[in-house]
C-alpha cells in the first residue's frame, strides 16, 4: 500500500484542533483531522435547549469517572458518585467538534491576566493582552453588537470570523413577568450591598417598568454590561452581565462548523476523517514526530457508552511532512503523550513504555474550576415552560410547541441554553479580579450523573444558581495511564479541597462567599419560593456549608495537563510557540496547554490559543521553505 502523507496531521477536532485545522488548510497545506467519535448531527446537537441531552447522547458521548478525592470515605459523600465506577461522571465528546458539540455555547472572554501570566512566565510578549485580542477578533462574527461604520472599535468585538455569538432573547422570559421582576429586583438590591455600580437604581427601576405591559424593553437590556467587551474586560469589570452564547439564528455553532466550511472552500487540502482513535506518535531516530499510528473503528474507546471488548479495528499509519498537532484536551493529550513515552519516566516504566523524553509534566498540573448550585422549589410552575418537553418528538408524535416555533422560525424558548443573564463579582475585595460567575437556570441542576439531562426538565418549579469559581488555586490533580491499551481511559483524579494545593482553602471560601450571594437573592423572592433544595435549610451555618461544597461540588473546565512553562521549569511540558520539550515536529494545541486555568468558561480561549498556535506555525513553515 503507497504510504500515506499530508503536511500536517491534527488529532482531535475540538476547540483546539478545529481552528488550527481549518487555518492551515486555508494557508494552503494538506490537513488531515483525525477524529475518535463520528459525525452525527441530529437535534441534540443543533437545538440549543438540548445541549444536556447532547452530553448524553450515545452518538456523542465519552462517559468519563473522574475522582475528586483520593480518600473514598470524603468520596462517597456526593450524592453524584457512582460506586461501580469508582467516580463522578464527567461527560466529554467524541464528535466532529469535540466538545463545542455538547457544551452550554457560553462564550466569555477570559482575563487579560490570563495572558500577561503566560508571557511573564515565557518571556513571549506575542502572549500580551492586546495581541491576543486579535485573535478573539478574527474569529468572533459578533451578532449583538453594531458593525463599526467609521473605522473605529472601541468594543474590540469581530464581524467576520467563523464563530457567530449573539445574546440569548430576553423576551422568552417575560412570559413570567413577575418571576422575572422578582427575581431581577433580588438581583440588583442584592448587589448593591455588594459595592455594585450606581447605575442598578436605573436598573431597579427599569425592571419595575418592563414588568408592565408595554415597557422599555430595550431601556432595560441596554443597562446590562457585555463581558466580552474590551474595555468591560480591561477593567476587570463586575455587574450584572448578558450572557453571549455560540448561536447562529438560534442554532449551535461551532468549530464543525468552520471545518465544514473550509473543506468545501478548500477541497482536498482539509480531510476529516472519523472513527479514527490515534494509539501513539511515531518518531524518527532524531526525535522527530513523523507520523501517527490509529486505529480505525467505530466507538472504539472504552469510554465511549457503545463501546464493547469485541469491537474490530484496523490498525494505520499516516506521516507527516511537516509536524503531528495534538488536540484531545486535558485528558487524551497527556496519555497519548505517555503512550508515545513521553511523559515521567518512572510512571511509564511501571507500564513497559520505553521513555523517549523524560517530561514529569506531563499529566499533572490538571485544574478545574469548582461549582455548586442553589436550588430552589417554586411554588408555582413556571409559564415559560409550559408547552416545553425539551427533547425530541418521539416517533409518531408531534414536537412540542416550542420545538416547532425552533424548526419554523427559529424563535422561543428553544434558541437558549436557559442562561440569559449572569452575575459576575468578586469573592472578597482583596482579590485583584472578578473570581465568581453565577447565573440562573429554570431547571434543577447539582451537576454530573447518568441520566442528569433526563431529570432537568422532570419539573417546571424548579429554579437553580448555578456558581462558578475562576481561577482556582488548586494545581494537585492529575491524569495518569489505567493501562498500555490506547482504548482504555486515563486514571483521573482532581484532588479537590484538602487534597490539593489551595493550602489556605481560599478556593473553599470563595464558593462560600457564592452561595451566601445565590442565597441572599433567593431570600429577597421569598414570596415565590416553597423551599431550598440545595443546600437546603439544615445547612445553617459556615461550617456546615463548608462541609456541603467539599462533599458535592464538580467542575467541566479540565484542563493545565501539558503546560506551557519557562526553559528552567521541570513541569513544563511545552514552550510558548506550543511545541513539546525534547521532541521536533510536535505539538499541542488544547486545554492542556494553560499553566493556570484561564477565566470563566474555557472555551473562548482554547479557541484563542487554536487561532494563534495557526500563526506560530504558518511562521515557522515560511522560515523553513
Known amino acids: 500500500m503507497e504510504e500515506e ?43 440549543p435547549a438540548f445541549h444536556c441531552l447532547a452530553t448524553e447522547d450515545p452518538a456523542l458521548s465519552w462517559d468519563f469517572f473522574v475522582r475528586h478525592y483520593q480518600d ?25 467538534g469535540g466538545c463545542t458539540a455538547h457544551n452550554a455555547m457560553i462564550t466569555v472572554y477570559p482575563h487579560n491576566s490570563d495572558w500577561k501570566l503566560i508571557a511573564n512566565i515565557t518571556g513571549d510578549s506575542s502572549w500580551e493582552p492586546d495581541r491576543m485580542r486579535s485573535y478573539f477578533e478574527r474569529l468572533e462574527k459578533c451578532d449583538y ?10 468594543s474590540r468585538h469581530g464581524f467576520l470570523g467563523w464563530l457567530t455569538t449573539s445574546f440569548a432573547k430576553p423576551e422568552v422570559a417575560l412570559t413570567d413577568i413577575d418571576l422575572l421582576g422578582e427575581v431581577m429586583a433580588a438581583v440588583c438590591q442584592s448587589y448593591s450591598e455588594s459595592r455594585m455600580p450606581d447605575r442598578l437604581g436605573r436598573l431597579l427601576r427599569l425592571v419595575k417598568d418592563v414588568s408592565r405591559p408595554g415597557g422599555a424593553l430595550g431601556d432595560f437590556l441596554s443597562e446590562f454590561a457585555d463581558p466580552n467587551d474590551w474595555e468591560w474586560n480591561q477593567m476587570s469589570g463586575t455587574g450584572i452581565v448578558l450572557v453571549p452564547l455560540a448561536t447562529q439564528r438560534g442554532r449551535r455553532n461551532g468549530t464543525r462548523e468552520f471545518i465544514r466550511q473550509t473543506a468545501e472552500q478548500t477541497g482536498s487540502k482539509l480531510e476529516l476523517r472519523p472513527h479514527c482513535l490515534v494509539s501513539r506518535v511515531i518518531f524518527d531516530d532524531q526525535k522527530r514526530a513523523v507520523g501517527v499510528e490509529y486505529l480505525s473503528g467505530e466507538h472504539l474507546y472504552k469510554a465511549d457508552p457503545n463501546s464493547s471488548p469485541d469491537q474490530t479495528f484496523e490498525k494505520h499509519t499516516v506521516s507527516v511532512r511537516r509536524e503531528v498537532i495534538l488536540a484531545g484536551g486535558a485528558f487524551n493529550t497527556p496519555q497519548l503523550l505517555m503512550l508515545s513515552g513521553i511523559g515521567p519516566a518512572e510512571h511509564l516504566q511501571k507500564f513497559g513504555i520505553k521513555t523517549l523524553v523524560n517530561l514529569p509534566g ?26 416545553a418537553t425539551f427533547a425530541p418528538a418521539k416517533p409518531g408524535e408531534q414536537p412540542d410547541p416550542e420545538l416547532l416555533a425552533w424548526q419554523e422560525r427559529r424563535e422561543g424558548l428553544y434558541t437558549t441554553n436557559g442562561a440569559v443573564i449572569g452575575i459576575i463579582t468578586r469573592s472578597s475585595p482583596e482579590i485583584p479580579e472578578p473570581d465568581l460567575f453565577i447565573f440562573g437556570l429554570p431547571c434543577f441542576f447539582k451537576g454530573y450523573f447518568p441520566g442528569y439531562s433526563l431529570s432537568l426538565e422532570q419539573s417546571h418549579d ?6 462558578l469559581k475562576a481561577h482556582t488555586e488548586n494545581t494537585g490533580g492529575s491524569v495518569r495511564l489505567r493501562s498500555i491499551d490506547p482504548r482504555d481511559p486515563p486514571e483521573i483524579n482532581f484532588h479537590y479541597f484538602d487534597e490539593g494545593t489551595d493550602y489556605g482553602r481560599r478556593d473553599l471560601k470563595s464558593v462560600l462567599q457564592g452561595v451566601k450571594i445565590a442565597r441572599r437573592i433567593s431570600e429577597r423572592i421569598s414570596s415565590l419560593v416553597q423551599e431550598e433544595i440545595l443546600p437546603g435549610i439544615a445547612a445553617d451555618s459556615d461550617d456546615k456549608l463548608l462541609q456541603w461544597i467539599k462533599n458535592q461540588a464538580w467542575g467541566h473546565h479540565a484542563s493545565c495537563t501539558c503546560k506551557i512553562g519557562a526553559d528552567n521549569d521541570p513541569g513544563a511540558v511545552l514552550d510558548s510557540k506550543f511545541r513539546v520539550r525534547g521532541v521536533k515536529n510536535l505539538r499541542v494545541v488544547d486545554a492542556s496547554v494553560f499553566p493556570r486555568i484561564p477565566g470563566f468558561f474555557i472555551v473562548t480561549p482554547i479557541y484563542m490559543i487554536s487561532e494563534k498556535a495557526a500563526d506560530v506555525i504558518l511562521e515557522c513553515a515560511n522560515r523553513t521553505q
Open 462 to 467: 424548579k429554579f437553580t444558581w448555578s456558581i
Open 5 to 47: 502523507i499530508f503536511d500536517y496531521v491534527v488529532v482531535g477536532s475540538g476547540a483546539g484542533g478545529g481552528p488550527v485545522s481549518c487555518r492551515l488548510a486555508l494557508a494552503g497545506y494538506r490537513v488531515l483531522i483525525l477524529e475518535a467519535g463520528g459525525t452525527d448531527e441530529g437535534l441534540l446537537y443543533q437545538v
Open 72 to 96: 473514598e470515605t470524603q468520596q462517597a459523600r456526593d450524592t453524584k458518585y457512582v460506586p461501580d465506577r469508582k467516580g463522578v461522571l464527567y461527560p466529554r465528546a467524541a464528535t466532529v
Open 362 to 387: 506531563v499529566g499533572e498540573n490538571l485544574q478545574d474550576r469548582y461549582e455548586v448550585s442553589v436550588v430552589s422549589h417554586l411554588k408555582r410552575d413556571m409559564i415559560a415552560l409550559k408547552s
Open 145 to 154: 453588537h453594531r458593525a463599526p461604520s467609521n473605522g473605529e472599535n472601541p
